[in-house]
């Protein structure tokens, strides 16, 4: 099995939904099951463990889940199989549901308790078609390379005023600023908010200098836990995280000091925990799915370490994922960001040249974050690793995730 959830941004960048792709069998291995029914669990919705061990609270709230059903999956108990609220769900459907009685009167029933719809793969020669389904609709997803754009709005402003429109495929921040003047569109899904930084010209703030500097305190071999302390004492958030989290461990309180709270954790624990806290205060003033991309990057990098035979650079593996987006952190090229901070030669071998073992486990994080199927599976057959380890690593991480956010 393979899964993963892609977010889609509105306007202003942020998370609104987020779609689920999943895939059950690896077809690189099994190709001849891509020209048949075989093992695509018709009967089953695919990948809803990932919305499950994710948990909702964790993604940005209120986002909708759009969930992929066929046209036979969507005949089946919906409502056993996902655990979600209806109302945070859109079941997404395409072309393989027909515009005939017996699946508007299901699509009917679904919306009945709550569920909503979206459409993918029409093209604008299909509209009329397909009009008595588009009526049941609240989203389509339209491919801006492959539609006439400018029909698609015409048309539906016109006709079905009342659906939102959603650019898929937007591969660069040019594309999504475009789209966005020219207006019409709800929702846009794509690569374009985590694209590498080739030109920087901001100047990095103070606060993000204090981060920097406790970051390379902590990451040396032997780090000194007085001055990681007196750094975290500049920052009243980081303070209370401290607290927070120094309380669980003592059953009688008593700290005193930061310095206290510090040792209370023992360098181990206090490098782990910066690391992970610093990387979301870093985000705060970026799109909130790179705090998620970046946490669950260092994570999944840490637990695949085993699968790729570098199971003793596990902690490394993990800084290489937190810092696999640090360019777009701080608006600078890779390359100057690194200047900034401490890495090991691996990690810079990845992030700067993709070069290593390090760069493989990247390569294959970043395939899997975008349901790149094709190409995890290529990785998967190279490195002899099997699938399901992998999905189960990969939910592993997604609780790693939900518990680091909860109280």
Request: proline fraction near 3%.
């Amino acid at each position: 099995m393979f899964a993963a959830l892609l977010p889609l941004f509105d306007e202003n960048m942020a998370v609104k939904a987020f779609s689920l792709f999943a895939q059950r069998e690896n077809f690189l291995l099994n190709p001849f099951l891509l020209g048949t029914g075989a093992y695509t669990g018709a009967g089953r919705i695919n990948g809803l463990e990932v919305i499950e061990n994710t948990g909702l609270n964790t993604l940005s709230p209120d986002a909708d889940i759009f969930v992929p059903v066929t046209d036979v999956s969507l005949f089946t108990d919906i409502e056993v199989q996902c655990k979600a609220p209806a109302s945070r769900i859109v079941i997404l459907i395409d072309k393989a549901v027909k515009p005939e009685e017996a699946f508007i009167n299901r699509i009917k029933q679904l919306r009945s308790v709550g569920y909503r719809f979206a459409i993918r793969k029409l093209f604008v020669a299909d509209f009329e078609e397909y009009r008595k389904v588009l009526e049941l609709m609240d989203f389509i997803l339209l491919d801006y390379k492959r539609i006439d754009i400018s029909k698609a709005k015409v048309y539906f402003s016109k006709l079905l005023p009342n659906i939102k429109l959603v650019a898929t495929n937007v591969d660069s921040t040019e594309v999504f600023d475009d789209l966005k003047s020219e207006g019409g569109y709800t929702l846009y899904e794509g690569d374009f908010y985590r694209l590498p930084v080739t030109k920087g010209d901001v100047d990095v703030a103070p606060i993000k200098a204090n981060y920097i500097e406790l970051l390379n305190i902590v990451n040396d071999a032997d780090f000194d836990l007085t001055k990681a302390a007196d750094i975290i004492g500049r920052d009243t958030a980081l303070v209370v995280s401290l607290l927070k989290m120094v309380n669980r461990m003592t059953i009688n309180g008593g700290i005193t000091t930061i310095r206290h709270a510090a040792a209370m954790m023992g360098q181990k624990e206090l490098k782990k925990w910066i690391n992970t806290a610093v990387a979301e205060k870093l985000c705060e003033d970026k799109p909130s799915e790179l705090t998620r991309v970046s946490l669950l990057r260092a994570k999944f990098a840490e637990n695949l370490a085993p699968l790729f035979n570098i199971a003793g650079q596990s902690s490394e593996l993990f800084l290489m994922g937190l810092f696999s987006v640090l360019d777009i952190i701080l608006n600078k090229p890779m390359e100057e960001a690194l200047v900034m901070v401490k890495v090991s030669k691996p990690i810079e071998g990845a992030l700067l040249r993709g070069e290593g073992s390090f760069a493989t486990v990247l390569e294959f994080i970043k395939a899997y974050e975008i349901a790149d199927w094709t190409e995890v599976s290529r990785l998967m057959v190279i490195n002899n690793i099997d699938m399901d380890k992998v999905y189960d690593l990969y939910l592993v991480t997604l609780k790693w995730y939900r518990d680091l956010f909860s109280e």
